[in-house]
């Protein structure tokens, strides 16, 4: 079965570009032309991935890609965001809502054609499932439990939850307002920010050869690097 792409983008040039390529390698083609009109498709008939522009009339790109990461229905399809912008804090904030990749404009076709198929493998191979398991490191959601290398590592509930947002969303910088979110469940900045601090410093303190993967990204927040450093 062919792989669907749902492009979501105004530009008629751009979609026709698009659309061409990706046909032309064997993707079947599905087209909205509004931020709205995207959404609506993507629950009507979950495409494989979508590529998202940033600049839409109405909903714009991050409004769409954080209404389908928010909805069970398509909070799965994998996002490649598209934008003219090429400022890194567009960027950061694209992948901090969830987006997969990123393609600045102007782009060259084949090489989207590339990311698409890559996002779409780099997907299958790490679903969303009851083990997360990374380069040594194994955390059992069904049980709570964390391994480092076989060796058990003692996390509290908190320090557990904080390792997996980490683990799946690695190589992505994540806010203390989004770990807040997204582990404490506080939607607003109820809690002060440096409750995550410490509760970084205490899982750096546990997870011993793997704690330098843990970054600190200054103004930013934190980061679980995705490579080990030189
Ligand atoms: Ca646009």
Same mark, same amino acid.
């Given at each position: ?29 599905? /087209?909205?032309?509004? @931020? ?7 629950? &009507?008939? $979950?495409? %494989?991935?979508?590529?998202?522009? +940033? ?76 083990? /997360?398991?990374?380069? @040594? ?7 709570? &439990?964390? $391994?480092? %290398?076989?060796?058990?590592?003692? +996390? ?75």
């Amino acid at each position: 079965m062919q792989d669907t792409v749902l492009i979501v983008e105004d530009e008629p040039d751009a979609v026709d570009l698009l659309r061409y390529n990706l046909e032309r390698a064997d993707f079947d083609v599905l /087209v909205a032309m509004t @931020g709205d009109r995207g959404l609506a498709v993507a629950r &009507e008939s $979950r495409p %494989d991935i979508v590529i998202l522009d +940033l600049m839409l009339p109405g909903m714009d790109g991050h409004e769409v890609c954080r209404a389908m990461k928010g909805d069970t229905g398509t909070e799965a399809i994998p996002v490649i965001m598209l934008t003219a912008r090429s400022e890194p804090g567009q960027r950061v904030k694209g992948l901090e809502i969830g987006a997969d990749d990123y393609v600045t404009k102007p782009f060259s076709p084949r090489e989207l054609v590339l990311r698409v198929r890559a996002v779409l493998r780099r997907h299958r191979t790490m679903p969303r499932s009851e083990i /997360v398991s990374f380069d @040594g490191l194994t955390l059992d959601r069904t049980k709570f &439990e964390a $391994r480092l %290398d076989g060796e058990r590592i003692e +996390l509290t509930a908190t320090e557990f939850k904080l390792m997996c947002v980490f683990v799946e969303r690695r190589g992505r910088t994540l806010t203390r307002e989004t770990l807040l979110r997204d582990v404490w469940g506080y939607q607003t900045s109820t809690l002060d920010t440096r409750t995550v601090d410490t509760h970084v410093r205490r899982l750096r303190d546990k997870l011993g050869t793997c704690s330098a993967r843990l970054e600190t990204v200054r103004g930013e927040g934190y980061r679980f690097a995705a490579e080990a450093s030189p």
